[in-house]
């Protein structure tokens, strides 16, 4: 079984990026192949640039994207993988913006234009995931409308990918600072010690539940 984790958070080390290495560990004790990309550091890559390679009638490129960037070799590992987990951080409460570029590629190259076929032109289905964090508490995340919003990512994710909604882990309450006086944040939107404490008790809740999912996925 081959698995891609794809985390879509600039800054390694940190709650998104955490995460996603334990579902990856999770796999790799399943028997998964593990292949692991950090968007940020990958070569310059854009989003669909609408070649229509991947419409084209018999041809090799039809449901793949073949553009040459950086995202390709991603894309490819997408394309021959049984499972895709996906991490990303909660910005403006969106995906991060080199996930939505990735996202567009991915979804572009499975839309079918026939009123026959529409979507799921991916060859080989997947088990899909995802998994998002946000400095929102939970309460705060469902007044927000944040879960609606990602719900429907893996709602679309699981549709083009294989046919049932993505599985979501949301990790919320994030700590963002390793010195909170240094930023102008006020306490009544981020009280220091809540979130150390948060930190320190729940969090590592969230990675076991990360690995798990990993490993669930790759069984």
Excluded at 6 to 23: D, F, Q
Excluded at 63 to 90: E, N, S, W
Aim: aromatic share 12%; hydrophobic share 35%; net charge positive.
């Amino acid at each position: 079984m081959k698995a891609v984790f794809i985390n879509g958070s600039p800054r390694k080390g940190w709650n998104t990026h955490k995460l996603m290495v334990k579902a990856s560990e999770g796999a790799k004790d399943a028997g998964a192949e593990v292949q692991f990309f950090d968007l940020y550091d990958l070569e310059p890559f854009t989003g669909c640039r609408s070649c229509f390679a991947c419409k084209i009638k018999g041809s090799k490129t039809a449901g793949a994207c073949t553009y040459p960037d950086g995202l390709k070799p991603v894309m490819d590992a997408v394309r021959d993988a049984d499972v895709l987990v996906i991490g990303t951080p909660v910005y403006l409460g969106k995906m991060s913006a080199q996930l939505n570029l990735f996202w567009e590629r991915l979804m572009f190259t499975n839309v079918s234009y026939s009123s026959f076929d529409h979507g799921r032109k991916m060859e080989k289905p997947k088990r899909c995931a995802m998994i998002v964090t946000m400095g929102a508490t939970d309460g705060q995340m469902r007044q927000i409308g944040y879960d609606q919003q990602f719900n429907y990512y893996g709602q679309q994710l699981g549709y083009m990918m294989g046919g049932r909604p993505a599985e979501m882990l949301y990790s919320n309450d994030a700590y963002q600072f390793t010195d909170y006086s240094k930023y102008n944040i006020s306490v009544d939107r981020a009280d220091p010690v809540q979130k150390k404490k948060h930190l320190e008790e729940e969090y590592p809740k969230d990675l076991d539940k990360a690995y798990e999912l990993g490993r669930r996925m790759c069984q």
